[in-house]
């Protein structure tokens, strides 16, 4: 029981799978009970921001002071998110982090919103609080979604429940193809 625990807490560290991956496995897969992997998830999910938060702005700091490459690198990442970025977060505020870390889809979550937080200069004691309260809202969606999935694969079969899903993500890729294509004429 406790090396299934240590499992799911890594996973939920994981950049790519946060959440996602770590409260469906630790349910499906280690047949954990619900508030174990919901808590186990969030709580290894809510580690790798701390360190970003407290860490990164010391690191690109010593860097740039360091090495010129670093610098420039820093110096043009930083002004091309801020003028790239720099309307939404005046208009919503920090509610657009919230919502970057609380959906929980691919390239959001605590790693993305740690990141955003550090290239916005928003300061450790503002961005944990919004960036732990989007893992917790993440992590009840991805606990009802995975509740629903299984649901749906022990009425439907496991085989029905993956045509679903991989029609789904067709449909998603023609759509988001399409949409892209328009923009990319509008310019």
Do not use: C, D
């Not at 990442?77 to 657009?96: C, D, I, N, P, W």
């Amino acid at each position: 029981m406790v090396s299934e625990i240590l499992k799911v807490f890594l996973l939920s560290m994981a950049p790519f799978g946060e959440l996602r991956v770590s409260i469906p496995v630790g349910l499906g897969l280690y047949h954990l009970n619900w508030k174990a992997a919901y808590l186990v998830s969030v709580i290894g999910n809510l580690v790798p921001p701390i360190f970003f938060l407290l860490f990164l702005e010391p690191i690109s700091q010593w860097l740039s002071k360091e090495s010129k490459v670093f610098k420039s690198i820093f110096n043009w990442l930083f002004e091309r998110t801020r003028r790239k970025y720099q309307l939404k977060k005046e208009r919503f505020g920090y509610l657009a982090l919230l919502a970057l870390v609380a959906i929980p889809l691919p390239l959001t979550g605590a790693w993305t919103g740690s990141l955003v937080a550090f290239l916005f200069g928003i300061p450790f004691k503002a961005a944990f609080p919004i960036i732990a309260l989007g893992v917790v809202i993440a992590g009840l969606i991805v606990l009802g979604a995975s509740f629903l999935g299984i649901a749906l694969g022990n009425y439907f079969g496991w085989q029905a429940l993956a045509g679903l899903l991989l029609l789904g993500l067709f449909l998603w890729l023609v759509y988001n193809y399409k949409t892209n294509k328009i923009k990319t004429r509008k310019r």
